[in-house]
């Protein structure tokens, strides 16, 4: 038999839950409740739930209390769950939006009480049939995809490796035998060898055979050679002989091209996330935003991003911890986080490095250096061709992470970096 997905249900009112729970109780049996405050963290991390039902009065009371969760658990942004909303005819439409953006993934009009009962019921099933592949050992199409890209770039190394080598091999088999004439004039068996045998060449005189030593010389030259075109064969082979797999690296590289990267900028300043949809325009990526440290933690298992902008300066969580409790996700750990800042100490770079970041933006951005990153961490995301929404011209400005002279250097005002001054 299934088991029954573990649910909680989350409200500032005892009547509310139960009367959730009631509803629930013929199909699911695993229901549990949290109606106090000071234990909503504590409840979660109990009870670690695949399904989290908000019920409250308003929906800016079920945001600030999923994203409370987010900013003071340990634990959340490694379990994977979903979450349904039981919202009021007033937020109706908030609460589609929010879905829509994937803040919360399902809504249920149910205050005022209505005769749809079975509507709760059939969201928690649709929730458990999403949860399907986010199960531990399940392996998510964006990590696929990410692979795929990856194998990508397989045949150009290869042919690149291929040129390299067969320029050594050219070389090596040159220098054998240009050895190998050397060996000829020093013993005087060369045409050109007008002096007759070096002295002590071992020959007694011209009509003689070779001496031993410049015979073995000789012999032990041409099998230089031979292992040479040798190795010249085994290369000219290996194109042919891995064309099945290269064809196959091809396949999963259109595969992998239809499924466009997704991008997520980690920002509270809305100036600065709009600056980035602009710049970033005409890649081939889908751009999502966060707009604090919570908020990104909770996209992570809906949207699982190919690549993450994470400013450091964020309303709740340092951008740098939530880098670090990104790291300690297996699925997540190998996800990009290239910190963005208007600070330059050192100290903030190493403490970035140590908690797993792979870069570093300061801001104001700059769009040659944006793209940059994308053509290093998403190959294939930029071509030659890319050009801005609007035709917004590259920023002058300084974007690649310098280290600092002084550890105590005054930092930027990152909030308005790059904002338009009267």
């Known amino acids: 038999m299934k088991r029954s997905p573990s649910i909680l249900v989350a409200t500032h009112a005892s009547a509310d839950a139960e009367l959730v729970a009631r509803l629930l109780a013929d199909e699911f049996d695993n229901v549990r409740l949290s109606t106090k405050p000071e234990f909503a963290v504590s409840d979660f991390e109990k009870h670690l739930p695949s399904i989290l039902i908000l019920s409250f009065d308003t929906l800016e009371e079920a945001e600030r209390y999923y994203l409370g969760l987010y900013r003071l658990s340990k634990v959340i942004h490694t379990v994977p769950h979903k979450t349904i909303i039981l919202c009021n005819k007033d937020d109706l439409w908030r609460v589609y939006d929010l879905c829509k953006k994937q803040q919360f993934d399902d809504y249920v009009l149910f205050w005022p009480v209505t005769n749809d009962a079975p509507r709760l019921r059939m969201a928690v099933h649709h929730a458990v049939r999403l949860l399907e592949p986010l199960s531990p050992d399940a392996v998510m199409p964006g990590q696929l995809a990410a692979h795929a890209r990856r194998m990508a770039t397989l045949e150009p190394k290869l042919a690149e490796f291929t040129r390299q080598f067969a320029q050594e091999i050219d070389n090596t088999t040159a220098a054998a035998i240009a050895a190998e004439r050397a060996v000829d004039f020093a013993f005087g068996l060369a045409p050109d060898a007008k002096a007759g045998p070096a002295r002590g060449a071992g020959t007694s005189d011209a009509n003689s055979e070779p001496a031993p030593a410049s015979a073995d010389l000789r012999q032990q030259l041409r099998s230089v050679g031979a292992s040479v075109e040798a190795l010249r064969r085994v290369i000219g082979n290996l194109t042919g002989a891995i064309a099945p797999q ?45 707009a604090s440290g919570a908020e990104a933690l ?11 902008f994470m400013d450091v300066e964020l309303p709740d969580l ?21 910190i963005t800042t208007g600070h330059s100490q050192k100290a903030i770079v190493m403490e970035s490095l140590t908690a797993g970041a792979a870069d570093f933006l300061v801001k104001p951005f700059d769009r040659a250096i944006l793209l940059d990153k994308l053509k290093t961490f998403l190959p294939g995301s930029v071509d030659g061709s890319t050009q801005p929404e609007g035709g917004i011209a ?13 550890a105590d250097a005054k930092p930027a ?9 009267s």
């Open 246 to 290: 290269l064809e196959a690296a091809r396949t999963m590289r259109g595969l992998a091209e239809r499924m466009r990267p997704v991008v997520l900028a980690v920002d509270d300043d809305d100036f600065q996330r709009k600056l980035l949809h602009k710049l970033l325009s005409g890649a081939e990526v889908d751009l999502a935003f966060a």
């Open 298 to 308: 909770a996209m992570m298992w809906k949207r699982r991003p190919d690549l993450v």
């Open 318 to 338: 340092n951008g740098v911890e939530v880098t670090r409790r990104l790291k300690a996700v297996e699925q997540f750990a190998e996800i990009p986080v290239i």
């Open 394 to 406: 590259a920023s002058p400005s300084v974007s690649a992470m310098p280290l600092p002279s002084h």
């Open 413 to 421: 005002d990152h909030r308005n970096a790059g904002r338009p001054t």
